[in-house]
């Protein structure tokens, strides 16, 4: 069973646009929701992360977006540059166990 | 600058061989990821510790993948006997309160 349906699988932006990927999930027992950003050849590096007692945390062009009574959380690259294309995951845990589960992640691409 | 470092970067086994991946976590962290990447399953936990004591290794084919952390500075992840479909990428996370990922070991196994 899914435990976070991630979408869209991949996603073609122009520069200067807005990216925003959607993760959903089941459990409301979690309580960590982070985004990770992979280029090819690396490991995912954490990105942005938030918990559900904010509706929103802000880091540069990066925002998380988490509603909680729908069990959704996104991901919004604002002013997406061509240097933002990567595939980027979401991941839902608990504290305590720090169990990382991750979508399927969405290859991102921006066009110059 | 504290990393997750995997060992080797890369490697290419034949059919039926054994393949040892190492993993050092960063320093003070107490809980390590196995993640298996595919292009077909994306990132799959294959096993993590606390303290280097497992707590779930469900994800891991037990007849043929073994799992260990020896010390606090040392995870390693063997397969035994390893087959074609085991190629993959495999990353190594520690975490204290965020996980960090090392720089994965891609195995292809002909």
């Known amino acids: 069973q899914q435990q976070v349906k991630q979408s869209p699988q991949s996603l073609i932006v122009q520069k200067g646009g807005i990216s925003i990927i959607n993760c959903a999930y089941e459990?409301?027992?979690?309580?960590?929701f982070p985004w990770y950003q992979q280029f090819p050849g690396k490991g995912p590096a954490l990105l942005i992360a938030?918990?559900?007692?904010?509706s929103e945390k802000k880091e540069g062009r990066f925002t998380i977006s988490f509603n909680k009574s729908a069990k959704q959380f996104s991901l919004h690259i604002m002013d997406s540059q061509p240097g933002d294309s990567a595939t980027y995951f979401c991941?839902?845990?608990?504290?305590?166990?720090?169990?990382?589960?991750f979508g399927t992640g969405t290859r991102l691409k921006v066009l110059a | 600058d504290a990393r997750v470092t995997q060992t080797p970067r890369h490697k290419v086994t034949e059919m039926g061989q054994e393949v040892t991946m190492r993993c050092q976590p960063i320093l003070g962290h107490n809980t390590v990821f196995w993640y298996r990447q595919t292009m077909m399953q994306g990132l799959e936990l294959l096993a993590y510790?606390?303290?280097?004591?497992?707590?779930?290794d469900s994800g891991m084919p037990k007849d043929r993948f073994s799992a260990e952390m020896p010390d606090a500075t040392l995870a390693t992840l063997k397969i035994q006997p390893s087959e074609p479909r085991d190629s993959a990428v495999y990353f190594c996370?520690?975490?204290?309160?965020?996980?960090?990922f090392g720089q994965g070991t891609r195995l292809t196994v002909v």
């Open positions: 996370a520690s975490a204290g309160s965020r996980a960090f």
């Open positions: 938030i918990r559900p007692d904010v």
């Open positions: 510790f606390r303290n280097r004591a497992p707590l779930d």
């Open positions: 991941a839902v845990t608990t504290s305590g166990t720090y169990k990382y589960i």
């Open positions: 459990n409301t027992a979690f309580d960590y």
